[in-house]
Nanobody
Framework: QVQLVESGGALVQAGGSLRLSCAASGRTFSSFTMGWFRQTPGKEREFVAAINWNGITTYAHSVRGRFSISRDNTKNTMNLQMNSLKPEDTAVYYC?????????????????WGQGTQVTVSS
């Protein structure tokens, strides 16, 4: 079993930066693929970024070049550095984990989810 807790969400102006963190419990964290998703009211939860145990990453086209995902397997943490934020990045951001080394981008590919953290970008 893996439990995930996000932090770092806030209100920020367009063009600003935020760093989201995800703390995971469970001794098998290092073997999991970790991801970030986001959701706005009335819309499907969408993929943002993912990283596997070996540090291989993938990003949604909308955030590529602005967001950076990283992990520290010694601390059981994962981060999402978000730069050049836009109002359309406003959403609840969720940390997710899947018990496999393959990087997938579908929400149903992930077994574990955090409760989410709100990111609001004002124009």
């Amino acid at each position: 079993q893996v439990q995930l807790v996000e932090s770092g969400g806030a209100l920020v102006q367009a063009g600003g930066s935020l760093r989201l963190s995800c703390a995971a419990s469970g001794r098998t964290f290092s073997s999991f693929t970790m991801g970030w998703f986001r959701q706005t009211p009335g819309k499907e939860r969408e993929f943002v970024a993912a990283i596997n145990w070996n540090g291989i990453t993938t990003y949604a086209h909308s955030v590529r070049g602005r967001f950076s995902i990283s992990r520290d397997n010694t601390k059981n943490t994962m981060n999402l550095q978000m730069n050049s934020l836009k109002p359309e990045d406003t959403a609840v951001y969720y940390c997710a984990a899947r018990s496999s080394s393959s990087i997938l981008t579908g929400r149903y590919d992930y077994n574990y989810w955090g409760q989410g953290t709100q990111v609001t970008v004002s124009s």
